[in-house]
């Protein structure tokens, strides 16, 4: 049988998807053979992507499934070594067939993902299959897959995704469908690492807590230097450390000093109540850089995202919040361009 021609070459283009040079050299190898140059390629392509493991794959993109009726949320982040490739045709498609399997097959998990089949064949050598074909590592790093009443997310530019989760009334799940999304848009922006303020860790709380006073004190130094106004030092920085007895303690400091300053006693509660809401605004900073229902609402900053979620409908609650960014806690070895050229010309 005669091997490479134009005709074959096409075909076995059309079928595999593997650049032209390497269908001619299969073709040739297999005497015009359509499923022995298949079979061919595929072998070769493996040894390809195995040697291609190694690389680091930091680029790539975070793609985002959300089904008709919004009570169900796929997430992947696919890594890619190029944000050349991360923009080629063939890799977005990968990513939503990748995002559409883990929806269909409710994945939650890369470990999940790495043991499905998928095309009647195991993840790994369907994945293996493409690094070949795409000509660079690819990861399927992480995945994520959210159910509940209303669910809605937001993927900004493939670098960042984010998916929200709610329960409410039937006869809000519409309007919050649209509010989870463009809470979903703050998240990206604003990078809270949870839901409310009672769910951070004590131990980061008291950590942050030392952190921050110090920050201020040093900060202070230098404005001692300048002559200028000095910033409150908080004694906390979380409604999370604002017990009972720490406001009711703060409040009566409040009076004392208002007392001493010969305030007259009928409007020094209405005093102290304002006083007292400031002092818990300065003692929570933590929870409006880490808590996404304390922070300012991007989309309207005279109200905290909380308050602009009970502006909607008060039976909306956030149970679950999912952030993906791009890469993040990726270490991408670093080499000169000169070494990167010099290394590619010796394999």
């Known amino acids: ?5 134009p005709k ?3 075909e076995l283009r059309e079928k595999s998807g593997a650049g032209m040079l390497d269908c001619k050299n299969a073709l040739n190898e297999c005497d015009g053979n359509i499923e022995e140059a298949m079979k061919f390629l595929r072998e070769a392509g493996l040894a390809k992507a195995a040697k291609k493991s190694g690389n680091v794959a930091a680029e790539g993109l975070i793609t985002i499934l959300i089904n008709e009726d919004n009570t169900k949320a796929s997430m992947t982040e696919v ?7 991360a923009k080629n045709d063939q890799f977005i498609a990968l990513t939503n067939q990748i995002t559409t399997h883990v929806q269909d097959n409710n994945l939650n998990d890369a470990e999940a993902l790495a043991n499905s089949s998928i ?11 493409k690094i070949a074909v795409i000509g660079e590592n690819l990861v399927a790093r992480k995945v994520i897959t959210v ?10 530019m493939g670098k960042v995704g984010v998916i929200l989760a709610a329960k409410c009334d039937d006869a809000a799940k519409e309007k919050t469908a649209d509010l989870l999304k463009k809470v979903a848009m703050h998240a990206a922006s604003m990078k809270p690492s949870v839901i409310s303020y009672t769910d951070l860790d004590a131990e980061f709380i008291e950590s942050e807590n030392k952190a921050i006073i110090a920050d201020i004190e040093k900060e202070n130094e230098e404005l001692v ?7 409150n030092i908080p004694q ?15 409040r009566n400091e409040m009076r004392e000093e208002l007392i001493a300053q010969g305030k007259p006693e009928k409007i020094i509660d209405n005093i102290v109540a304002g006083k007292i809401s400031r002092w ?18 991007v989309m309207d900053d005279s109200m905290t995202v909380e308050e602009a979620i009970k502006a909607v409908d008060a039976s909306i609650e956030i149970v679950e919040y999912v952030r993906f960014e791009l890469g993040e806690g990726i270490e991408k070895k670093e080499e000169d361009f000169a070494a990167e050229v010099a290394a590619q010309m010796g394999n």
């Open 1 to 5: 049988m005669a091997g490479a021609t």
């Open 8 to 10: 074959l070459i096409k």
């Open 79 to 85: 890594n890619s070594q190029t944000d050349f490739v």
């Open 119 to 129: 095309e009647g064949q195991e993840f790994t050598t369907f994945l293996n299959e």
């Open 147 to 156: 159910e509940g009443t209303v669910v809605n997310g937001y993927v900004h």
């Open 225 to 231: 230097r300048l002559g200028k106004p000095l910033k």
């Open 236 to 250: 906390f920085v979380s409604k999370q450390q604002l017990t009972d007895d720490a406001v009711e303690a703060a």
């Open 280 to 297: 818990i605004e300065d003692n929570s900073q933590l929870d409006r850089t880490h808590a996404l229902l304390s922070q300012t609402y």
